[in-house]
């Protein structure tokens, strides 16, 4: 297999850097840097700055308002965003409910929303997860009981990522209690401003407010809001988890974390000298350079794999990436972290405290959260653990 770029994969490798050069707003960019997580109006606005290329749904047809790019271009397009570093696509419109309704979704679904979710003037959240139900999704409890031409919901959903900023939810109900775990399962639309509908916000580690709860409380939803057939939630959900995972390994996010990393340690000493010619420091730098390289090579042969027979079907090697992919985006925001040392404690100064501060450097604060939120890139997206089962049943045959 010859993982070599070809040159119109160069050449579009410089269109995309070339683009995002000109029309990456420099306040979005510097925040980001810094290595603070984007806002609502960071996201939406570099969102659309995309979509007028197609490359927020780089991937959807053409027909769609997609690029129909291929995935080694996709996989080109994903890096030089988080080189930038630059926010990455709303994942839940364009990588997620945008391709289940052009798949499953009717011919209704398809102009009512596909549009609006590439634009981002509709954000959807992802209404999966419940209290006890999180790896083993199946085990979903939330009831969708028809009434007429409508489902009445009642149940709850957590870690619901951005429910707060979102203005519809794509969701999984139980609309066959009697049947086995995974029968049963429908894909319901919600307007997250039905009436029944809570939001209430989960604060996390890293002093954010990401995550909420939602609780459905006798939600009245119109069953054409329904994404394809009754009882069939299940598949479309598999469909979905499968487009989750791609990008997920997030090499260019670890780059881009780890020349963050490599700047800071010119500005901090380590005795007389800089930290950037500190021998052990140098030594984690190279470990973790040399095993990034090693990613970037497998994510190519995973993704040369996707472009040829096996396209259709997810590879479980993508588990290979996740796994591989988190822990090393986990290590080089604590060498980031490390390069701060004391300053990178997560503090809120405040009076006489930001004085103290002075003497240290300002960029160290905002290290320790990014650290501590890098935790969570381990569980979401199917935990680290769950990859393991799967990599061990699908490839090691055990
Ligand atoms: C930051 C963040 C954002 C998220 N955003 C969303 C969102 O927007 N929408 C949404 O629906 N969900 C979201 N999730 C939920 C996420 O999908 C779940 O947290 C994840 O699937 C794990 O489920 P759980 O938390 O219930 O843990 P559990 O399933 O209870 O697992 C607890 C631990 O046990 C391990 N474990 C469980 N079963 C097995 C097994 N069979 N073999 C070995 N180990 C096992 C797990 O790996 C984990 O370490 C988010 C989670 C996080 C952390």
């Not at 309704?101 to 596909?114: A, D, N, P």
Request: charged share 25%.
């Amino acid at each position: 297999m010859d993982l070599r770029l070809t040159a119109k994969e160069k050449r579009f490798r410089e269109e995309v850097r070339d683009f995002i050069a000109t029309n990456l707003p420099e306040d979005i960019r510097s925040h980001l840097r810094a290595g603070h997580p984007p806002t609502k109006d960071h996201i939406v606005r570099w969102h659309r700055i995309l979509n007028t290329r197609g490359w927020a749904t780089a991937h959807w047809p053409k027909e769609w308002g997609g690029a129909g790019l291929s995935p080694v271009e996709r996989m080109i397009l994903t890096e030089e965003i988080f080189l930038a570093p630059a926010p990455t696509p709303l994942v839940f419109n364009s990588s997620m409910i945008g391709p289940v309704i052009i798949q499953f979704g009717s011919e209704e679904q398809k102009r009512q929303f596909l549009p609006k979710i590439a634009n981002l003037d509709i954000w959807f959240c992802q209404g999966f997860s419940e209290p006890d139900a999180g790896s083993d999704l199946a085990s979903l409890r939330t009831l969708a009981r028809r009434d007429g031409d409508h489902y009445v919901v009642t149940g709850q959903k957590i870690w619901t990522t951005m429910a707060h900023h979102a203005d519809w939810m794509f969701c999984l109900v139980r609309t066959d209690p009697a049947a086995k775990k995974q029968v049963g399962i429908s894909m319901l639309l919600i307007d997250m401003k039905t009436p029944g509908v809570t939001v209430r916000p989960i604060m996390s580690i890293d002093g954010h407010h990401h995550l909420n709860e939602v609780f459905l409380d006798e939600v009245r939803v119109p069953v054409e809001n329904r994404v394809g057939e009754e009882n069939k939630g299940w598949d479309y959900a598999k469909f979905l988890l499968g487009h989750e995972r791609t990008g997920i390994a997030g090499v260019g996010r670890s780059k881009e974390r780890l020349s963050y990393a490599r700047e800071l340690a010119t500005q901090v000493k380590a005795g007389k000298r800089p930290l950037a010619e500190d021998p052990c420091f140098r030594e984690q730098l190279a470990l973790i350079e040399a095993d990034l390289k090693a990613l970037e090579i497998t994510q190519l042969r995973v993704v040369a794999g996707h472009a040829g027979h096996h396209a259709d079907k997810p590879d479980p090697l993508t588990s290979v990436l996740k796994v591989r992919g988190t822990e090393l985006y986990q290590a080089v925001c604590e060498l980031a972290c490390r390069s701060a040392g004391p300053a990178a404690i997560a503090i809120q100064p405040a009076g006489g405290a930001a004085d103290e501060l002075d003497a240290a450097p300002r960029w160290g604060a905002a290290l320790a959260p990014s650290y501590f939120y890098s935790r969570a890139a381990s569980i979401y997206g199917g935990s680290n653990e769950i990859q393991k089962n799967i990599l061990a049943k699908t490839v090691l045959g055990l």
